[in-house]
């Protein structure tokens, strides 16, 4: 498998070069395409800070996590991609460990689950939508995940490309599994650590985040 890992990154000078340094030490990430969405603090020279090969830089206006994640689509090279954040919530060591079922050919669509991992005590509310999201998908596509909005989601290039994403936030997250479930994709779930941050640690989503994944999950049920 040649691993391209896409990071959109947004104002997060305090944690990118300790993401990025932990990134390009896991040995089946070949490509890392980091987007830039316009931050306006540091980032940019924290992520020049780390000197590796597998590193691409791509700066843009700001435009949201969905436009970055589009953007990267479009460098990347590998015949796998995953989707980063970096903000240290999710652990590149586990990166491994949702590569093996497709390498082994359980799976040809792997989505890491916070919920079935070790993690940090999360915020209440942020565990009720999650829930309240998760609930909504499994019903309107029968299925049974258990993380849908993770971050962590291993993907064939072309299978994410042919999905023509048009999310610009949040909404990705919810936009990709239900166009995955839609097509008749099966998603194949492995328990991964998750630290989550609160608000005053620079976490972004926010309830109304939630309002709009519901649209989302909507809108992709229906128009089947």
Known sequence: MQLSV????YNEQATVRQLLTRLVKVPQV????????GSTDKTVREINQVKSSKIE?????????????????????????LIQDADLEY??????????????????IVFGSRF???HLNLLFWHRVGNSLLNFLVNILF???????????????????????LTSHGFDLEPEITCKLLRHGYKIYEVPI?????????GKKITWQDGIVAVG?????????
């Open 116 to 118: 079935l991992g070790p």
């Open 6 to 9: 896409i990071v959109p990154v």
């Open 30 to 37: 070949k490509q890392v395409v980091v987007v830039d969405d």
């Open 142 to 164: 029968n299925t049974t995940l258990s993380d849908m909005e993770t971050c962590y989601k291993l993907v064939p290039t072309q299978v994410l490309r042919d999905l023509n």
């Open 91 to 108: 652990d590149p060591t586990d990166i491994p460990a949702m590569i093996e079922p497709v390498l082994n050919g359980k799976a040809k």
């Open 193 to 201: 650590s998750y630290m989550g941050r609160d608000f005053l640690e």
């Open 216 to 224: 989302v999950i909507l809108k992709l049920a229906v128009n089947r």
């Open 57 to 81: 830089l791509f700066k843009k206006p700001n435009g949201g996590k969905g436009s970055a994640v589009r953007l990267g689509l479009t460098k990347v090279t590998g015949d796998y991609v």
